[in-house]
Nanobody, 124 residues
């Protein structure tokens, strides 16, 4: 069965770090660009970061630039989001998704496969 599963979320203090994982099964992530999204209560879902198939094209939202790092390990069929210097404003449910259409990943369109999300809460 085709699946995307996010993990690694939790409760951290401001300034702390978390590493989110997006593990795929039933298909190979090598062929696709991957995006990370987040949605906070009362807000629309926003694109956070994305990475191309080759890893040569990477994008970060201005709000996370310099603090978050996206990477992929195709051998493990997994994409990661390392989150450092976390702020309360980063509190949200984080989702990974697979782009099956679209030209560039940072337009954050054409993502067809989604995980169920993992909760990140940043609070003192």
């Amino acid at each position: 069965q085709l699946q995307l599963v996010e993990s690694g979320g939790g409760l951290v203090q401001p300034g702390g770090s978390l590493r989110l994982s997006c593990a795929a099964s039933g298909f190979t992530l090598d062929y696709y660009a991957i995006g990370w999204f987040r949605q906070a209560p009362g807000k629309e879902r926003e694109g956070v970061s994305c990475i191309s198939r080759s890893g040569g094209s990477i994008h970060y939202a201005d709000s996370v630039k310099g603090r978050f790092t996206i990477s992929r390990d195709n051998a493990k069929n997994t994409v990661y989001l390392q989150m450092n210097s976390l702020k309360p404003e980063d509190t949200a449910v984080y989702y990974c998704a697979v782009q099956t259409s679209g030209f560039v990943c940072y337009e954050y369109n054409g993502y067809s496969y989604w995980g169920q999300g993992t909760q990140v809460t940043v609070s003192s």
